[in-house]
């Protein structure tokens, strides 16, 4: 069962990982993102979680978040793997949204923009933290100057 629902997750943060990237950028597409794919990530974490927490789910170790040895304990069965897994699905999708609207806001939204968006959104995908820290350093170098400053189309 929960290799089901770890698939499933995949499978879902995938398709709008590519939908965020590839698809035109209207806000009937990012609402649906949010209120879609975003939503349910963030809802099957909840649901998780709490089956771990009240111990309907054991992880084997007792969920522990106060040590390293807690930690690994719940990682170390499928339920603890796969709710931290969506976990970082759900988080890193949001940051995606954000990253994809603040660009957007700021003039990174033309065609050129998009192509700058689109490496940066990968590494958000791929690895979270990078991607944000990626998009953090480029906005400051292309907006440097006048804050009404945007790239050219």
């Given at each position: 069962m929960w290799e089901q629902i770890f698939g499933?997750?995949?499978?879902?943060?995938?398709?709008?990982w590519a939908v965020l990237i590839?698809?035109?950028?209207r806000e009937s597409v990012m609402s649906a993102l949010f209120f879609g794919p975003l939503l349910l990530l963030?809802?099957?974490?909840v649901l998780g979680l709490t089956l771990v927490l009240t111990g309907i789910v054991p992880t084997g170790g007792g969920a522990d978040f106060s040590t390293i040895k807690?930690?690994?304990?719940?990682?170390?069965?499928?339920?603890?793997?796969?709710i931290g897994w969506v976990h970082?699905?759900?988080?890193?999708?949001?940051?995606?949204?954000?990253i994809a609207r603040n660009?957007?806001?700021?003039?990174?939204?033309t065609l050129k923009g998009?192509?700058?968006?689109?490496?940066?959104?990968?590494?958000t995908f791929a690895a979270g933290p990078f991607g944000l820290a990626l998009y953090i350093v480029v906005r400051t170098i292309l907006?440097?100057?006048?804050?009404?400053?945007?790239?050219p189309a």
């Open positions: 499933a997750a995949n499978l879902l943060a995938m398709i709008a590839l698809a035109p950028r963030a809802l099957g974490y807690g930690v690994r304990s719940i990682f170390a069965s499928d339920p603890g793997v796969t970082y699905l759900a988080f890193d999708l949001f940051v995606g949204l954000w660009a957007d806001a700021h003039g990174l939204g998009r192509l700058v968006q689109a490496p940066i959104l990968f590494f907006l440097r100057g006048p804050s009404d400053r945007r790239i």
